[in-house]
T-cell receptor, first 112, second 114 residues
Framework: GENVEQHPSTLSVQEGDSAVIKCTYS??????FPWYKQELGKGPQLIID?????GEKKDQRIAVTLNKTAKHFSLHITETQPEDSAVYFC???????????FGGGTRVLVKP | KAGVTQTPRYLIKTRGQQVTLSCSPI?????VSWYQQTPGQGLQFLFE???????NKGNFPGRFSGRQFSNSRSEMNVSTLELGDSALYLC?????????????FGEGSRLTVL
């Protein structure tokens, strides 16, 4: 089955700096790659997603890049703010149903 | 628009007991998925229901089961509880039955097995 690896497991950045989280996936048939943010005591919330026919997608301070050949995708957060502190998960999925395989998560701490 | 509602939010059970968790999806959403979240294993897919039919199932033992009702509300049941079943159980709903749209997660039901 699909396997998603996520690095780093923890990331500490200074406010205003950029944060980058990287994920690799194993199943070349995966075609949907969402990123979720989970705050303490809450469920994960989708922050951005990308499909296999697109190489890059941006939404304000957040961007995701996808390299299908290398089977890896990355989340970039620019101009980090304290409210960006949370656990971030990458995930991968094929077309059949909403079965997401998640990475292990990255705990991001933005220091003011 | 109300979000995904999960009940109960917290519960404590003892080994050998069974538990039923409930999930009310966002109005109009027909797909409901369940995930187990633990510190050691992370987020793992349990199963997904669409229009009352189980479409996908993860690698969990048969003690884990679920169902979906005609109003799209879903329940999951865990029988013969084990200590390792302690986890946050998350329900997510989606408008469609395929990964064509966003999954909206509830806040979860935190199960502690003693």
């Amino acid at each position: 089955g699909e396997n998603v690896e996520q690095h780093p497991s923890t990331l500490s950045v200074q406010e205003g700096d950029s944060a980058v989280i990287k994920c690799t996936y194993s199943d070349s048939a995966s075609n949907y790659f969402p990123w979720y943010k989970q705050e303490l005591g809450k469920g994960p919330q989708l922050i951005i997603d990308i499909r296999s026919n697109v190489g890059e997608k941006k939404d304000q301070r957040i961007a995701v890049t996808l390299n299908k050949t290398a089977k890896h995708f990355s989340l970039h957060i620019t101009e980090t703010q304290p409210e960006d502190s949370a656990v971030y998960f990458c995930a991968a999925s094929k077309a059949a149903g909403n079965k997401l395989t998640f990475g292990g998560g990255t705990r991001v701490l933005v220091k003011p | 628009k109300a979000g995904v509602t999960q009940t109960p939010r917290y519960l404590i059970k003892t080994r050998g007991q069974q538990v039923t968790l409930s999930c009310s999806p966002i109005s109009g959403h027909r797909s409901v998925s369940w995930y187990q979240q633990t510190p050691g294993q992370g987020l793992q897919f349990l199963f997904e229901y669409f229009s009352e039919t189980q479409r996908n199932k993860g690698n969990f033992p048969g003690r884990f089961s679920g169902r979906q009702f005609s109003n799209s509300r879903s329940e999951m049941n865990v029988s013969t509880l084990e200590l390792g079943d302690s986890a946050l159980y998350l329900c997510a709903s989606s408008l469609f039955g395929e990964n064509t749209g966003e999954l909206f997660f509830g806040e979860g039901s935190r199960l502690t097995v003693l």
